[in-house]
Every structure is written in structure tokens, then in C-alpha cells.
């Protein structure tokens, strides 16, 4: 157990939909990043914030949003979900301060975009 | 720009054998790190082992250890002995030190089967 937890585990949605994915980190961890699982794509960043504040982008599209709460916790939101959404969606967290930062990932959410 | 390459799509082992799972690097900061996960079939992310850029000697975790030959830019994970469990998708990724972020780059995964 990484000490990360994502609600919920799966989701079954239509497209057009939107949902919340959420993500608490570890605790004491300020970083929170997210992370997108798919067949085509691969495992690639979407967006990391550090201490509510939105740190680094990567390849998240417009119709994607998040956000870091001052408890720490975070959600992804995504909507006008298209059938190229599913895929598994990591959080991940990390200590600033740690030897060398080791991202701890919780255990997924399973989006399935019907 | 940084990538990671994971040439192996898939590799078969037998069980108690030893097996090295290649990754190779691109980035021209001098302050890196390696990784490699571990994602069993269940599909959580397990982090197996780490190397940073400065270390002089290989990194070892049990059974795991990276073969860090920084001058060919590779950072291979060698599991020795291997087990039925052992089978799952492994990741090599890298993190640039410095900056605004901590993201992980990630290969695209060698899928190992152990056999008995």
C-alpha cells in the first residue's frame, strides 16, 4: 500500500459525460501529479501541483481540469468525455523534500467512455 | 528532449533465471534520475528501484538492480532468480532534476512472462 488513494476505482460513463476523479496523497506530501494509462498513448503526464498551486502541464487537453485543495487532496476533472478518454488515470505523490523525490502512485481509476 | 526507450515489447524467462530488461535515455541535463515500476496485472504502479545520475556505484534492491553505463545513456534493470510473480510490465522512467517539476518520462513498458 503506497499510502495514495483514488475514488473510485472503475467509472462507466457515456460519452458527452463529465466525472471527477479524486486523489488523496500521502500524508505530508505536497506534490501530487496525474498521470494517463492508455493503449495509444502509453503512460504520460498530464499535470503535477505542489501545495495547491498548479506546478507543470504536459499533454492535458482543454476539455481536462484539476485542481489541489488546501487539505491536500486533488481532483481531475473530465468532461465532454470522448470514447479515447478510457484509459487508467494515476495520482501520484511526492515529498519536496525527499532524497530524490520517488513518486508514490496510487492504485488507479479505470475510466471506460462508452 | 527527454525520452525513455524500452526496446523489448515482451520477454519470456524461466523461472530462477535471471533477466535483464533494457532501457535506454535521452537528456542533456547533467541531474537526472532512473526508475523502474513494476505493474502487475491488478495495474497498480510499484516502484522497484532508482538511480540517480551522480551515483557511482549500480543500484540494488534485493533480487532487482539497475546496470547504470552512463556513457551509453542505459539504465537496464536485472531481476535475478526469477519468480512466477515476477510476471507483470515493467517501466523504466526518468526524472530531470531542476525545474519547475518532478513529472516522470516513461517507456513504453516491456511485458515479462515467467514460466515454470
Known amino acids: 500500500d503506497s499510502g495514495v488513494t483514488q475514488t473510485p476505482k472503475h467509472l462507466i460513463t457515456a460519452t458527452g459525460q463529465r466525472v471527477t476523479l479524486r486523489c488523496s496523497p500521502r500524508?505530508?506530501?505536497?506534490?501530487v501529479y496525474w498521470y494517463q494509462q492508455s493503449l495509444d498513448q502509453g503512460l504520460q503526464f498530464l499535470i503535477q501541483?505542489?501545495?495547491?498551486?498548479?506546478?507543470a502541464k504536459g499533454n492535458i487537453l482543454e476539455r481536462f481540469s484539476a485542481q489541489q485543495f488546501p487539505d491536500l487532496h486533488s481532483e481531475l476533472n473530465l468532461s465532454s468525455l470522448e470514447l479515447g478518454d478510457s484509459a487508467l488515470y494515476f495520482c501520484?505523490?511526492?515529498?519536496?523534500?525527499?532524497?530524490?523525490?520517488?513518486?508514490?502512485f496510487g492504485p488507479g481509476t479505470r475510466l471506460t467512455v462508452l | 528532449a527527454q525520452k525513455i526507450t524500452q526496446t523489448q515489447p515482451g520477454m519470456f524467462v524461466q523461472e530462477k533465471e535471471a533477466v535483464t530488461l533494457d532501457c535506454t535515455y535521452d537528456?542533456?541535463?547533467?541531474?537526472?534520475?532512473l526508475f523502474w515500476y513494476k505493474q502487475p496485472s491488478s495495474g497498480e504502479m510499484i516502484f522497484l528501484i532508482y538511480?540517480?545520475?551522480?551515483?557511482?556505484q549500480n543500484a540494488t534492491e534485493g533480487r532487482y538492480s539497475l546496470n547504470f553505463q552512463k556513457a551509453r545513456k542505459s539504465a537496464n534493470l536485472v531481476i535475478s532468480a526469477s519468480q512466477l510473480g515476477d510476471s507483470a510490465m515493467y517501466f523504466c522512467?526518468?526524472?530531470?532534476?531542476?525545474?519547475?517539476?518532478?513529472?516522470?518520462?516513461f517507456g513504453t513498458g516491456t511485458l515479462l512472462a515467467v514460466q515454470p
Open positions: 501520484a505523490s511526492s515529498d519536496a523534500g525527499g532524497s530524490y523525490n520517488e513518486q508514490f
Open positions: 501541483y505542489y501545495n495547491g498551486e498548479e506546478r
Open positions: 500524508s505530508g506530501d505536497l506534490s
Open positions: 538511480q540517480g545520475s551522480y551515483d557511482q
Open positions: 522512467a526518468m526524472r530531470v532534476v531542476g525545474g519547475a517539476t518532478n513529472k516522470l518520462i
Open positions: 537528456t542533456s541535463d547533467p541531474s537526472y534520475g
